[in-house]
């Protein structure tokens, strides 16, 4: 079984830095896309930045120079470094990812969410 686990939210003020990680396990056998969804109360899930995995990138104009979703070398991991937060970033933030488990077998999975919140 294959599971995301998403840590990193938590309570800043406005300014302020958080880094958001999401590391994938279980039987893999290739990662094509990772990542992060936010929802806010009472709006849909959006997607704020996601990473092929030959390395293109893209994201949300609201978050455009101030979030940068980056890999490491460690395997099948995500980040996502967000700097100079606003009040309007506070959301659940979700890890994606679009996940062979198979050769000939692909599923989507989600994370379970981590509370990002910009309050002074």
């Known amino acids: 079984q294959v599971q995301l686990v998403e840590s990193g939210g938590g309570l800043v003020q406005p300014g302020g830095s958080l880094r958001l990680s999401c590391a994938a396990s279980?039987?893999?056998?290739?990662?094509?896309?990772m990542s992060w969804y936010r929802q806010a109360p009472g709006k849909q899930r959006e997607l704020v930045a996601g990473?092929?995995?030959?390395?293109?990138?893209n994201y949300t104009d609201s978050v455009k120079g101030r979030f940068t979703i980056y890999k490491t070398n460690a395997k099948n991991t995500v980040y996502l470094q967000m700097n100079s937060l606003k009040p309007e970033d506070t959301a659940v933030y979700y890890c994606?990812?679009?996940?062979?488990?198979?050769?000939?077998?692909?599923?989507?999975?989600w994370g379970q969410g981590t509370q990002v919140t910009v309050s002074s």
């Open positions: 279980g039987s893999i056998f290739s990662i094509n896309d």
């Open positions: 990473i092929t995995s030959d390395g293109s990138t």
């Open positions: 994606y990812a679009y996940i062979r488990v198979r050769r000939w077998q692909s599923y989507d999975y």
